[in-house]
């Protein structure tokens, strides 16, 4: 008896003193394979170099800016790094979820000592947002199904005579408008100003009603590889990772279109509200998971591209294979011939707007 | 008997009358009744409903424009939102001084994001005005320091405008820094004369009190400080500044004749040059019909209509669409609950009828779906029901259908209507079971050797006895069906989703949480008034669980 209340006592005591100097951060990603590339090239490497600090995950990214929202609104913040896609990161700045960057001192130059508001580029899009990846909505076909001449232009998805069947497309109006008024005419620099107008959307809907029928509405990344390895589908929009697995990994029949690829940013965002120690730890994980060598790092374990300049050289080959990143990566330049970048900030102020209109337009 | 007459009311063994004795025994079992179910009563209410009441309670709730627009609003109330006219110049000046603070705060891009649910791209105009907002305040600050130094300095506000004991807490809570610092108190006469001014630094010390590192009186006073000031100077009478009582009017008078002394502000003009919408009236309608404290908005918003500053219209036909989900929700979750009555009902008979070990089996297999993941089963009826999956395979194989025209089965209402039913029908079963299991089997044998047909039997003997069960299982079935999302989303396809997707779209995406919570409550107002008609029509008392 006695033995085991000291060894108890003792085992108490070492874990007190244990948990005085070590802490534990608790980040938000996606899950599945991309939270693994992260833990790969980032969380792993700084544990080792830090060993008093550990990560856990929380797969929540999906709902991310509702659950910052209510924690905050208790009073109870459990996360201190949340990984999102750019047009959250704009709610949450504009909600004042999300602590404000100075992407200069906060962040690592490049090698040569670019600084890194200039190594990120184009890719900084608020001031809460530090990028990590760019990842884009593209299009897959089924190789056995479309004959001879396979779809080269996006406008090949609205052309029901060359290639008839069913075609899936995310449940929602981004991009779709785009492509939709794109391939009805309008100039890519154009594409804002015409949606911006009622007779624009009406055009972009018109569009879509050319193939309604057609379409088979996704909502999961996961549905398109699927309704193609099943045949549902004879084309599909999904993200560009997922269509990778699906030809590299599981050897499906299937085939990309870049063209008109629509680039999205992913990145990590600090919650508002940390206590001070803490937020030091976030700011010095995010200066070491943000340089340039392990954003290069993170795109052997995923096919998605580093935000960084800088980091694109250094992509190689896919973890423990001989199969070469750079072709399937949306920043690649032969695959970046024709891009959408979308207009994160148009589509802060219209999406509520215009996801009603989509909505009512499917209900019809 | 009858001395028992004369005794007056009956009386207990200590003299005190009887009645009045037993109701206060009753009332001490009562209170110890409640003693002990308190626990949980306190529980269901601080972690049931009230959280429900205060989020359905954010469907009304409009504080927002009210608290961070003060000036503007209140200036705002004299313009005619009929008029093509842009509101006149005090509109504007209020704006200067009420957008500094909120951006001082970051509280412009909240406001901005909910009036961008009513007028799209009001998000952007807060946004990027507030960037540059505080150029007015700098300009404003330069003046005032030319006028006197001690303008830059936070104890000059302070000593103009708290009393003189909050001053000296103050300067007590800076010595030490343990604790909240003092609430703002304002000195008295200061509201009359310099409201603007009052309202911008009770915000500026409520600032400092929260982020708790410095004491106000340390701190660098906001440059809207200083617009609100040269606007209050510009305003007050001479007379009415010199009055102040315990300043330092010197001060006060000198700065005013170097205001007095520089070409106003032309806020207007320079607002317009940040950004052209400043001179839409479409902004100013917005701001102005969402500038009371409680709304409708929200409510109306949710059953396609809308509020303008003409009253309230009908949305634009392509935007309407709640109205239409709110009745598809009702009709399908009743269609829902019948096709499981109907499936639900035998199998219930059967299991209550069979030998008990056989029984067993069935019940496991009835259960069986409860263990499994509702994604698996859904996904699950997807490779069942889509074009090239099992069943259109089948009918095909089979030469049913022809293999060009294979039939549509998912992502539709029917796809919905067939996997919801798969998914509820344990639901219906099992209340059904547990009231046929009381239903004794010689009621039936009794019934027919009474010369009843089996139909006459069943319909006249058994069914009028099982009602209770039916009545449960419907109620049970329906108020699930009514609140699913996860399948209608997967296998609804575009005709087959339910209101609820719009809820948490509106929860998780958009964080339009006003207007959520106005479809949710009128969501649940839905359910109890079908569950009051159900119980005017067939008693809730005939309602049985088991």
Not at chain 1, 100 to 109: M, N, Q, T, V
Not at chain 1, 278 to 288: H, I, S
Request: glycine share 6%; with cysteine.
């Amino acid at each position: 008896m006695k033995t085991t209340t000291f060894l108890l006592a003792t085992s108490a005591l070492t874990l007190a003193a244990g948990s005085a100097s070590a802490i534990d951060l608790t980040f938000v990603s996606w899950g599945g394979a991309y939270q693994d590339s992260q833990l790969k090239a980032y969380a792993e490497p700084y544990m080792a170099l830090h060993p008093d600090v550990k990560i856990v995950w929380d797969e929540s990214s999906a709902e991310a800016v509702a659950k910052l929202r209510a924690m905050h609104e208790a009073g109870n913040l459990t996360w201190d790094l949340v990984d999102v896609t750019v047009s959250d990161s704009i709610r949450l700045c504009d909600e004042g979820l999300a602590k404000e960057i100075d992407f200069d001192a906060d962040l690592a130059p490049a090698p040569d000592g670019t600084p890194a508001t200039e190594d990120f580029g184009a890719t900084l899009q608020n001031d809460c947002f530090i990028p990590q990846i760019v990842y884009s909505t593209t299009w897959g076909y089924r190789t056995d199904k479309v004959g001879d001449t396979p779809p080269s232009t996006i406008c090949d998805v609205f052309d029901l005579a060359k290639y008839p069947g069913k075609r899936a497309m995310q449940k929602r109006p981004i991009d779709n408008v785009e492509w939709a008024l794109y391939c009805d005419g309008v100039a890519k620099e154009d594409l804002y100003s015409v949606l911006g107008t009622d007779e624009g959307v009406a055009r972009a809907f018109a569009k879509l009603d050319t193939i309604k029928d057609q379409v088979v509405w996704w909502t999961a990344g996961a549905e398109t590889p699927q309704l193609l390895a099943d045949g549902e589908v004879v084309m599909g929009s999904t993200f560009n990772g997922r269509l990778f697995s699906a030809i590299v990994e599981q050897k499906q029949p299937i085939a990309m279109l870049w063209d008109m690829q629509s680039y999205d940013l992913d990145g990590w965002i600090v919650p508002t509200g940390l206590a001070p120690e803490r937020e030091a730890v976030v700011m010095d994980f995010l200066k070491f998971a943000t340089d340039t060598q392990r954003l290069a790092d993170q795109a052997k374990y995923i096919s998605y591209g580093p935000a960084r300049a800088s980091s694109a050289p250094l992509v190689g080959k896919l973890e423990g294979t001989d199969i070469e990143m750079a072709p399937f990566m949306p920043t690649d330049p032969a695959n970046a011939t024709n891009v959408l970048h979308y207009d994160y900030t148009w589509w802060a102020d219209h999406r509520d707007d215009l996801d009603a209109k989509f909505q009512a337009w499917l209900a019809q | 008997m009858t001395d028992t007459v004369d005794t007056g009311p009956m009386r207990a063994a200590d003299g005190t009358p009887l009645k009045v004795s037993l109701a206060r025994a009753l009332r001490r079992q009562k209170i110890r009744a409640l003693a002990l179910v308190a626990p949980l009563l306190i529980f269901v209410l601080v972690t049931f409903i009230a959280p429900i009441a205060d989020m359905l309670f954010r469907s009304v709730e409009n504080q927002i424009v009210h608290d961070t627009l003060p000036n503007t609003v209140r200036a705002l109330a004299d313009w005619d939102p009929s008029s093509a006219e842009t509101p006149g110049e005090p509109v504007y000046a209020g704006l200067a001084i009420d957008l500094q603070t909120a951006a001082e705060m970051k509280a412009h891009t909240r406001l901005g994001s909910r009036l961008n649910y009513e007028d799209p791209g009001i998000s952007s105009l807060f946004r990027q005005s507030g960037r540059n907002v505080d150029d007015f305040g700098k300009a404003a600050m330069k003046e005032l320091v030319a006028a006197d130094p001690a303008w830059k300095d936070g104890a000059t506000w302070g000593n103009l405008l708290g009393t003189d004991k909050w001053v000296e807490a103050q300067t007590a809570w800076g010595a030490d820094k343990t604790g909240l610092q003092p609430a703002f108190k304002a000195r008295s006469g200061v509201a009359g004369t310099l409201p603007r001014t009052l309202g911008a630094y009770a915000l500026f010390a409520a600032d400092a009190r929260e982020s708790g590192r410095k004491s106000a009186l340390e701190s660098k006073p906001w440059p809207a400080l200083a617009t609100a000031l040269e606007q209050d100077l510009r305003a007050a009478a001479p007379e009415s500044l010199s009055a102040l009582e315990g300043i330092d009017t010197a001060l006060l008078a000198r700065t005013r004749d170097a205001v007095d002394a520089a070409a106003p502000v032309d806020y207007r003009a320079d607002f317009l040059a940040m950004d052209k919408d400043w001179a839409s009236p479409d902004v100013w309608r917005t701001i102005r019909v969402f500038s009371p404290q409680y709304t409708a908005g929200y409510f109306l918003n949710s059953i396609d209509l809308e509020k303008t500053y003409e009253g309230i219209t009908k949305r634009p036909p392509e935007e309407r669409i709640y109205v239409t989900l709110f009745v598809r929700t009702l009709w399908m979750s009743m269609l829902i609950t019948f096709c499981c009555l109907l499936l639900g009902y035998p199998v219930a008979w059967l299991l209550a009828n069979l030998r008990a070990s056989t029984a067993n089996v069935l019940m496991i297999l009835v259960l069986l779906p409860f263990w499994t993941s509702l994604l698996v089963r859904t996904s699950a009826w997807k490779v069942l029901l889509q074009q090239q999956g099992v069943i259109n395979d089948l009918l095909v194989w089979l030469g049913l259908v022809d293999d060009g025209h294979r039939l549509a089965m998912i992502n539709n209402q029917f796809g919905t209507i067939i996997a919801m039913t798969h998914i509820l029908l344990p639901f219906m079963i099992l209340p059904l079971y547990s009231v046929m299991k009381t239903i004794p089997p010689s009621f039936l044998r009794a019934a027919r050797s009474l010369g009843a047909t089996p139909w006459t039997a069943f319909w006249r003997v058994y069914f009028p006895q099982s009602v209770p069960g039916i009545g449960a299982g419907s109620i049970l079935c329906f108020i699930l069906a009514i609140g699913y999302y996860i399948t209608p989303e997967l296998v609804g396809g575009t005709q087959g989703v339910f209101i609820s997707n719009r809820i948490a779209f509106h929860i998780s995406s958009s964080l339009n949480w006003g207007l959520a919570a106005a479809l949710g409550t009128i969501l649940l107002a839905a359910v109890l008034l079908l569950y009051y008609v159900y119980d005017k029509i067939v008693g809730i008392d005939n309602v049985k669980l088991g």
